[in-house]
């Protein structure tokens, strides 16, 4: 940092100055649970249960980042909602969702801001916020590496807030995490991109701009589009958005393991059979996640309070036994 070529490219200086921090706050970390341990040790007959259980979990967040060797777990991260089948209810299951996610992200100290959002039309005598789909950032260290295994399927049921009749129902919902991608080396061809311009609208649909400076950019090949209203110029909005479709193409050329675009397909539908979670409010209240059999009957703590280590943690190791 002392050479005097260090600053001039801040792009790397910025990069290199945030390594340098995450590591500083592993060693602390480090540091501090190894005091905890000897604190521990030393007063083993009477053992402070609420300083064993924050020692423990020090340990396990030390454990979870030694895991993370992909080149964009330190980085930002990118999540999408989308109501899939359900109907009005698999849109405030999408709300639901966001809301999920943004008590997650407080617990971990990120911040979290809306990208872009379209609101489900219809039902408004309930009051609550529907959303057909979502898309936010969440900023802050190792957010894709925690976050990127949520992709997939999330199953709700319960009985619906939507049905005269209290009758139960199913809904799904699709989330997708991509990591930010800051520069890219992927050349996409300008004839294969159709970009589309809207005003960008605020919540109930309400315009908050009077010029089309929201961004929609599709990728004609895959079928992927990208959207982006957060910005206040149509050019940054068309940057975000195709950052944002940059880490698609890259996500799922990564997945398929191929060189070309053109072999890229997405496979999954929010639907019967494929989802990775379940949430169930009724007949009985239980939270399980398909593919590490991890589960919890305490499902306001896991939707309304955001408690996702359980289910984040279990799916991270298990890739790695």
Known sequence: MQ??????NKNSADETIKEMGDIQNVLDKYLKAQKMVEELVKNSEEINEDEY????????????????????????????????AGG???????????????????????KISVIDSAQESGEARTGRTSLKNITFEIKGNYAYGYLKKES???????VSPFSAQGLRHTSFALVEVLPEIKESSLKINPADLKVEFYRSSGPGGQNVNKVETAVRIVHLPTGLSASSQVERS?????????????????????????????????????????????????????????RTEHETTQIDKVIEGGDLDGF??????????
């Open 3 to 8: 050479d005097s070529d260090f600053w001039k």
């Open 53 to 84: 259980y924050k020692t423990e979990k020090i340990i396990k967040e030390l454990e979870i980042k030694k895991l993370f060797k992909n080149e964009f777990d330190s980085g930002n991260a990118i999540v999408s909602i989308y109501a899939g």
């Open 88 to 110: 009005q209810d698999a849109a405030d299951w999408v709300h639901m969702l966001y809301l999920m996610y943004e008590k997650y992200s407080q617990k971990k100290d990120w």
């Open 152 to 158: 997939g399927v999330h199953r709700l049921v319960r």
């Open 234 to 290: 149509q050019s940054q909005n068309r940057d975000k958005a195709m950052k944002i479709l940059e880490a698609k193409l890259i996500q799922l050329m990564e997945k398929e393991r191929v060189k070309e675009i053109e072999k890229i397909k997405t496979k999954v539908k929010p639907e019967w059979g494929s989802q990775i979670r379940s949430y169930v409010l009724n007949p009985y209240k239980l939270v399980k996640d398909h």
């Open 312 to 321: 984040i943690e279990s799916e991270l190791t298990a890739d790695n036994i």
